[in-house]
């Protein structure tokens, strides 16, 4: 386990050029020692929850896929909230319409504190990103007072759509820019339109409400969006879907955190993770960066704290263990920690040197050990 404070030092300035020496010390080791890394390599790089949170400070929770929490005490912003995971051989194989599980929904809402939810923001309309956000809504809905957001595209309003008509929410497009960031609370959102990963699964839109019970075919992707999610000095990028954008990212996009996907990467070669990462990361001076979508997106939502190496790597139509790989391979050769995030425990994030002006990597430096699996040394 390690703590985000050890995570994020606040590295002075000066501190700059001594960082830049210490990355030039860098070196790859011969690729013959590299081995595949299971799920349990990255334990040392799980981040821990301190006591005590201090007030108004952004926390997050993440419970698999993409699904993760924002809440700075006063209110919550949700990704994607994806818990009821049907299983799709079934949904395949006999052609069922799986539909949103309100027992599990209710218990993970539960067990994730969803009590003043503002606004849920949603990657693109896949089901395992958009299959129970209505229901969460509605669910969170009763209990309060203020109406919440739904925040996607087109395509993710009409699976909503298909679930509770007429609207239970109030649909908001993604803003498309820092200037025209949409406010919640103290939260600043704004998006940016990211290709979806590579996959000939589920592509197209979807034109109208879904009915009630659609087939698993029928959650066609639509636009993918990325999110920027600012808080004061803090600034989190949420990208749910493995790939690059289309141009360069605006250059307000210099986030403390990146919540990076790493589904469908598993088949890509190693010069598509190599770009992704370029230009994700490296190109925004990102500190940290935490993957996601990773998990089994079938495997049921637990609801005990988990640490990533008890839940499954994804397998279905993907290796999630190769995708991790992929993206932590540059990041041992970067100044940008790994860190991962435990299942449903309150993680605090904080505003952080960008990754240009980190303190050089210390003999503890937790990355040392995976990075050293994979044939890449930290000097
Ligand atoms: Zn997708």
Not at 79 to 87: A, I, M, N, Q
Not at 161 to 176: F, K, T, V
Not at 271 to 289: G, K, N, Q
Request: net charge positive; aromatic share 8%.
């Amino acid at each position: 386990m390690f703590t985000l404070a050890r995570a994020l030092p606040r590295a002075v300035c000066t501190m700059a050029l001594a960082g830049l020496a210490g990355l030039a010390a860098l070196a790859p080791l011969a690729e013959a020692g590299a081995r595949q890394l299971q799920i349990r390599d990255y334990d040392p790089l799980v981040l821990d929850s301190p006591q005590s949170i201090p007030p108004g400070q952004v926390r997050a929770r993440f419970m698999g896929v993409s699904t993760l929490l924002l809440d700075d005490g006063k209110d919550q912003i949700l990704l994607d909230g994806f818990f009821s995971r049907p299983d799709l051989g079934d949904a395949v194989l006999t052609l069922g319409r799986p539909k949103p599980d309100a027992g599990v929904i209710r218990r993970a809402m539960v067990r994730t504190g969803i009590t003043r939810l503002r606004a849920v923001l949603v990657a693109h309309a896949h089901h395992d990103h958009a299959f129970d956000t209505a229901d969460v809504i509605v669910a969170a809905d009763r209990a309060q007072t203020r109406q919440i957001l739904l925040v996607g595209s087109a395509s993710v309003r009409n699976v909503a759509l298909g679930r509770y008509r007429p609207e239970r929410w109030i649909y908001q497009a993604p803003r498309l820019s820092q200037a025209a960031a949409l406010a919640v609370g103290d939260f600043r959102i704004w998006a940016i339109e990211t290709p979806h990963s590579p996959s000939r699964l589920g592509r197209g839109s979807i034109d109208g409400p879904l009915g009630p019970r659609p087939s698993i075919f029928d959650y066609k992707s639509g636009p993918n969006f990325s999110y920027v999610v600012e808080h004061g000095d803090l600034q989190i990028l949420l990208y749910p879907s493995a790939h690059w954008p289309k141009a360069v990212l605006p250059r307000e996009v210099r986030p403390d955190v990146i919540f990076l996907g790493v589904g469908n990467l598993g088949g890509e070669d190693d010069s598509f993770a190599e770009t992704y990462w370029r230009r994700v990361v490296r190109d925004t001076d990102a500190p940290l960066v935490i993957p996601v979508h990773w998990d089994d997106i079938q495997q049921p939502l637990q609801l005990d704290p988990r640490l990533p190496h008890v839940a499954k790597p994804n397998t279905f139509l993907d290796d999630a263990r190769k995708g991790l790989q992929k993206v932590f391979r540059p990041a041992c050769a970067s100044p940008v920690d790994v860190r991962f995030m435990p299942f449903f425990v309150e993680i605090p994030l904080a505003s952080a040197p960008p990754a240009s002006a980190r303190f050089p990597r210390t003999v503890s430096d937790p990355m040392r050990g995976p990075c050293a699996a994979i044939g890449v040394a930290l000097r």
